[in-house]
């Protein structure tokens, strides 16, 4: 199980059978700011081409930001 402070209050969450979990629709209670980060994709072209890798990564800052992280 997973916990981290949401607001207004403390939950924990389970994450799914492949080890996934989702930050959407969630809020930190206190957000931080990312000096820096990386995203590593482990696969060819063919199996991550660079279009999805994009895609990824701006949801991933889109869904920091909506939980008050700032990159």
């Known amino acids: 199980m ?3 402070e ?4 403390s939950r924990g969450f389970t994450p799914n059978r492949e080890g996934q979990w989702s ?3 969630k809020r ?3 957000g931080a700011t ?3 980060w990386s995203v590593l994709a482990f696969g060819g ?3 991550l081409p660079i279009d999805a890798i994009k895609t990824f ?3 991933l800052i889109n869904t920091c930001q909506q ?3 700032v990159s």
């Open 57 to 59: 990564i701006r949801e």
């Open 28 to 30: 930190l209670a206190t």
């Open 2 to 4: 997973l916990q981290y």
């Open 45 to 47: 072209k063919q199996e």
């Open 34 to 36: 990312l000096g820096s």
């Open 6 to 9: 949401i607001a207004p209050n």
């Open 23 to 25: 930050i959407r629709d």
């Open 67 to 69: 939980i008050g992280m």
